[in-house]
Each structure stands twice: as structure tokens, then as C-alpha cells.
């Protein structure tokens, strides 16, 4: 949804827009272009996109950069679970070939407080995987999630990245004017 | 104050306190699940094996094993004897009756022992043509009795050789021991004693009067309402003094009347003279009721509040047989006349015993017909309740992350 306001606004001002879904591997890969069929064309593709499942962000942010020509704007909203070092570089390669990068941090809720309970198996959304959890497990998850939010903060403030977070539990209208009005400044 | 079970096999259901462990560690196999985002950060050091031997709840599990213990307990019949309640048994009696229903005696026996049966607690109605033969039986009887004074009570006319046979050594000490008699006047068909029946309720010259004439009606005993003595004489010409005494021995005032007669002087004169070894070795506390050829014929003795009247004249001749002549000899003691009072027969002629019962046996008490089993299916109840109250709690709290999570 975020995606797809941030599309309806660059189209507005008559920029092109394209789009890339990635997962495991890239998935939907619109190059940008300008008017209102693509932006119709981007929405389409973002409505159908599958979510889940293990992400590559290296390989998605390669791809990315190979479909801006000329330089512009990449926007990536993830969780960012796998920045991996490659995704840094892929990163660091696209801001020093003059793109303007910023990094969304989409973060819900229940990662940073997820209050597990006893006798529950929590499941990853995106391996399957089953682990058994405590009540006790509580504190050391929040302060290991705070540490990894932080962690990507820093390093896109390194990169010269602009970040922000997104909380699902916000009004995304609310999100994307603040986001916009920190840009104009 | 203690708890006993009136039914303690049950208290082995108290193993069924480990179906809610088992039943808890079979459940807790399969964990809900939750999903989420990744488990990156999530460490879940636990096992799954290290969590079937945790208790998710301990509450809950205490509640469950509490359950059932208590309705185990419950189902095995408990019983707190308190103070109170002993005090209430006490007051209540339970008898054991032993109709004879031989001969003409029947009819008015039944009569009788249906008049014995009021105000018990519960009472065991045998009947049978030989009371002596059924006395054992009586006495398995009366261990199935409740909580109460317990007594056995032989209705019957008591003809010569009723009551032979009967071990009664065998009869508990705790049972009181009751003769009914049937008097012959109430038995159809049968002649009414030649001598009028008295019934002694005088003072003391009344009681002497009695005692010579044989013959008299006195009222109004004092302190204790109509009289309950009969004395019987069957002919004064032939037995000068015999004097047959035939008492409830409960009454207090019973004792008083032998020393009434001991105080008459014509008694007196009856046994002055006698050798001692015609008494045939009873002790000098005694009163010897003898016959113009000296031969003992019955004596009386006081013990406590107790009178005793024994006789070795043929039933027949006395229209109220007395005491077991055996029972003299349990009397010898009378220090430990309470204790010792079972005689053992030896002698055909007479028959007659009572005695009050002892108190509540305790024993008896696992034939008690309450329990506070009720008290023990409540706290069962309540502790059902807790624990029906504790799960929705906890589902109720885990249902919060689940929602977060949807």
C-alpha cells in the first residue's frame, strides 16, 4: 500500500515510475516510465505480488539497479532481515553511481514486542520453521530487535542512505507525509 | 476429633490423581503455534522435550488432582467424629430383637417387640422358636448397627430352657442385654396368676407391706413417676415369705427396695438361723429368700444403682423369673460388677438378665449411616469451578498475542 502511494505520487508529478517485487528471486520488474497506464500497470503488478518466503535483498537491489538507466530515485521497503554484505554493497554501488537511495524499514508491532506465551511453536512466516518459545523469551528478543533496527539505521546513515521505518501499525497516510515533508526539507 | 471413611477401598481411586499429570503431559505434545515474522531473534533454547516434563500451570494442575482427591474422598464415605456427634450417638439406641415366636407366645411377643422398637435408631427384628439358638445370630447383627447405644433384646415368655444354650460370655461388653417377658396373663389361653400383681410405687412401710402381704398397690413412688416393680407371690400359706422381686434394673430407685425387704423384720426372721452354708456360699451382702425347709429359694443383692433378684424356683411357680442364677457369681465382685456382669448359665431353673449398654462401641462407627461426604463434593464442585475459571483466563490472555499477530 505504501508502495503504491509513493508510485501515485511520483507519477503525479509526472516522473517515470517502475517497480520490482523481489523474494527469493526478483519477481514483477516494471522499468520506469512515465504516465498514467503505468502507474495503472504498477499498482496492478503490487496487488498481485506474493508475500513470504525467504528474500534475497543483494539480488533484488542488483536488479533494481539495473533497471534505472539514468540516475533517479530507488526506493526499497523490506524488513531486511537478509541485508547480507552483499546487499551492502549492492547498496553502496548504486549511491556512488548517483542514485538517490532510501531504505524503508517496514517493521510491525508484534516484532518488537511480540509477547510469546508458554506452550507455543511460533512459525516463520518465511522458512516454516517451528521453535518452541517461553514467556522468559520476551526481554532478549526486544533487545535483540532493537539492536538489528538500529543496526540498519547505522548502516544506511553510513552508506549516505536515507531510512526510515515503517510501522504497520500507523496510518500510512500519516507515514508517507511525514516521510515527504522530511524529503522537502 | 478424627476423619474416618466408611467405605476406605474407595480411598484407591486417590491413584486416579495422576490422570490429570498424564493427561497434561500427553496434551502439552503438541504445542499451539503462532506465526511470525522470523525467528532471527528468536533463540527457543527450550525443547520440546524439556517442555513435556514443565508444567505450562501448576494452578490448574493442583485444581484437577485436588478434584479428584476430593471426590474420592467424598465417594469413600467420610465421617468427622466430633465431640458433638459422639454426644448425640450416645443418646440414641439401636437394638437387636430376638422375638419368640414359639408356642402361644407368638402373637403377644410380636406385640411386644413391636412396642421395643420405638424410639430406636434402628433396630434388627429376629424371630425364632429358639431365642437361645439366636443369639449369635443377634449379636452379628448388632455389629452392623450405627453409632448409638446398642442393645439386644430377647422378647419371650421365658419358659424353662429359652435361654439355654446361650453363651454369654460371647455377648459384647459395649451391648446392653434386655429381657422382655411375656407375661403368661397376656398370652391367650393362659390362666392369670392366682395372685394379684402390685405394682410398688410407695415408701418405704408400703414397700415392707408389700413384702409381707405380697399383695398390695401402692402409687406414686416418690421422684420417679408410676412404679415399674412387680412383685409377685403366689401363694402366702405355701411359701410363707417367698417373695420373688422382678425389676428393671435402670431404675435407681430399684435398689432401694431390696433394702427395703432386708429391713423387714419378718424376713429377718426368715433366714435368722440359717447356716451359711445353706445359702450356698452367697455372700452376706445377700438376702436370702428361703423356703420353710431352708433351702434357698432366691436372693436379692444391691449393686449401685442395680438390683438383683436371683432364683432357683421353677419358672412356672413365679409368674416373673428373675435373674440367671449364674449371675450370682458374676456379682461376687461388685466393684466390677459393670465389667463382670455376663453370667455364664449353669442352671435351668431361673433366667433373667439386664444390663444397660456400655456406650458407644467404637467400632461401630463404619456403620454409621451419614457421612459428610456432601462437604467433599462441594470442595470438589468449587475446585471444579476454579479451574474451569483459571482456563478461561489463560485463554483469554493467550487469545491477545494471537490477535496482535492476525
Known amino acids: 500500500m505504501f508502495a503504491a502511494a509513493l508510485a501515485l505520487v511520483v507519477s503525479r508529478q509526472g516522473d517515470a515510475v517502475g517497480t520490482l517485487t523481489f523474494a527469493e528471486r526478483p519477481q514483477l520488474a516494471l522499468p520506469p516510465a512515465a504516465g498514467r497506464r503505468q502507474l495503472a500497470r504498477v499498482h496492478a503488478g503490487l496487488e498481485v505480488t506474493p508475500f513470504g518466503g525467504f528474500t534475497d535483498v543483494a539480488a533484488g537491489i542488483r536488479r533494481a539497479g539495473d533497471l534505472l538507466r539514468t540516475r533517479g530515485m530507488l526506493l526499497v521497503l523490506s524488513d531486511f532481515y537478509d541485508l547480507s554484505d552483499g546487499a551492502r554493497r549492492e547498496l553502496r554501488r548504486l549511491v556512488r553511481s548517483g542514485h538517490d537511495l532510501s531504505l524503508f524499514h517496514v517493521v510491525s508491532p508484534e516484532e518488537i514486542d511480540p509477547r510469546f506465551t508458554d506452550g507455543v511453536d511460533v512459525e516463520d512466516q518465511e522458512t516454516g520453521e517451528l521453535r518452541p518459545v517461553t514467556a522468559a523469551e520476551n526481554q532478549a528478543y526486544r533487545e535483540r530487535f532493537a539492536e538489528f533496527l538500529e543496526e540498519t539505521r547505522r548502516t544506511a546513515i553510513r552508506e549516505g542512505i536515507d531510512y526510515a521505518r515503517l510501522d504497520t501499525s500507523v496510518p500510512l497516510p ?6 515527504l515533508l522530511r524529503r522537502a526539507a | 476429633m478424627r476423619l474416618v471413611f466408611l467405605n476406605p477401598s474407595a480411598l484407591f481411586l486417590l491413584a486416579g490423581i495422576t490422570i490429570p499429570v498424564i493427561v497434561h503431559l500427553l496434551v502439552r505434545r503438541e504445542a499451539r503455534r503462532r506465526s511470525f515474522p522470523s525467528l532471527r531473534f528468536v533463540s527457543g533454547r527450550e525443547t520440546r522435550a524439556a517442555r513435556l516434563r514443565q508444567l505450562s500451570d501448576w494452578r490448574i494442575l493442583l485444581l484437577r488432582a485436588g478434584t479428584i482427591a476430593a471426590a474420592v474422598v467424598a465417594l469413600a464415605g467420610p465421617l468427622l467424629v466430633t465431640p458433638a456427634r459422639e454426644a448425640r450417638w450416645g443418646r440414641e439406641v439401636s437394638r437387636v430383637v430376638v422375638v419368640d415366636t414359639s408356642g402361644s407366645a407368638a402373637s403377644a411377643a410380636r406385640a411386644a ?14 424371630e425364632t422358636r429358639r431365642p437361645g439358638e439366636a443369639i449369635d445370630a443377634a449379636i452379628e447383627a448388632a455389629r452392623r448397627l450405627p453409632p448409638s447405644q446398642q442393645e439386644l433384646v430377647i422378647v419371650s ?12 460370655t460371647s455377648v459384647p461388653d459395649h451391648l446392653g442385654v434386655r429381657l422382655v417377658r411375656v407375661s403368661r396373663e397376656a398370652i391367650a389361653g393362659v390362666t ?14 408400703e414397700a415392707a407391706r408389700i413384702a409381707r402381704s405380697a399383695v398390695a398397690t401402692v402409687t406414686g413412688f416418690p421422684d420417679t413417676g408410676p412404679a415399674n416393680v412387680v412383685v409377685w407371690g403366689r401363694n402366702a400359706e405355701a411359701f410363707g415369705r417367698e417373695v420373688s422381686a422382678a425389676v428393671r434394673v435402670q431404675q435407681p430407685w430399684m435398689a432401694g427396695v431390696v433394702g427395703r425387704v432386708r429391713a423387714d423384720p419378718q424376713l429377718q426372721d426368715a433366714f435368722r438361723g440359717v447356716p451359711a452354708e445353706t445359702l450356698g456360699g452367697l455372700p452376706s451382702s445377700w438376702t436370702p429368700l428361703v423356703e420353710r425347709d431352708r433351702s434357698v429359694m432366691a436372693a436379692a443383692a444391691q449393686s449401685g444403682d442395680r438390683l438383683f ?7 412356672e411357680t413365679l409368674a416373673f423369673p428373675t435373674l440367671l442364677l449364674a449371675l450370682s457369681r458374676a456379682l461376687v465382685d461388685r466393684d466390677g460388677l459393670r465389667e463382670r456382669l455376663l453370667p455364664t ?6 433366667q433373667y438378665v439386664e444390663r444397660p449398654s456400655t456406650g458407644v462401641l467404637r467400632d461401630s462407627i463404619r456403620n454409621a449411616t451419614e457421612t459428610d461426604s456432601r462437604w467433599w463434593w ?3 464442585g468449587a475446585m471444579l469451578w476454579l479451574e474451569q475459571r483459571l482456563r478461561r483466563n489463560r485463554a483469554a490472555a493467550r487469545a491477545v498475542p494471537a490477535e496482535r499477530a492476525a
Open chain 2, 378 to 380: 462441594i470442595a470438589a
Open chain 2, 157 to 168: 415368655d421365658f419358659q424353662e430352657g429359652a435361654l439355654d444354650g446361650v453363651a454369654w
Open chain 2, 345 to 350: 448359665r449353669t442352671s435351668a431353673d431361673s
Open chain 2, 192 to 205: 392369670a396368676p392366682q395372685v394379684p400383681a402390685v405394682r410398688v410405687a410407695g415408701d418405704e412401710q
Open chain 2, 309 to 315: 433378684v436371683v432364683t432357683s424356683a421353677p419358672p
Open chain 2, 113 to 126: 417387640a413391636a412396642r421395643t422398637l420405638d424410639g430406636a435408631k434402628q433396630s434388627v427384628l429376629i
Open chain 1, 174 to 179: 500519516a507515514q508517507l507525509r511525514r516521510y
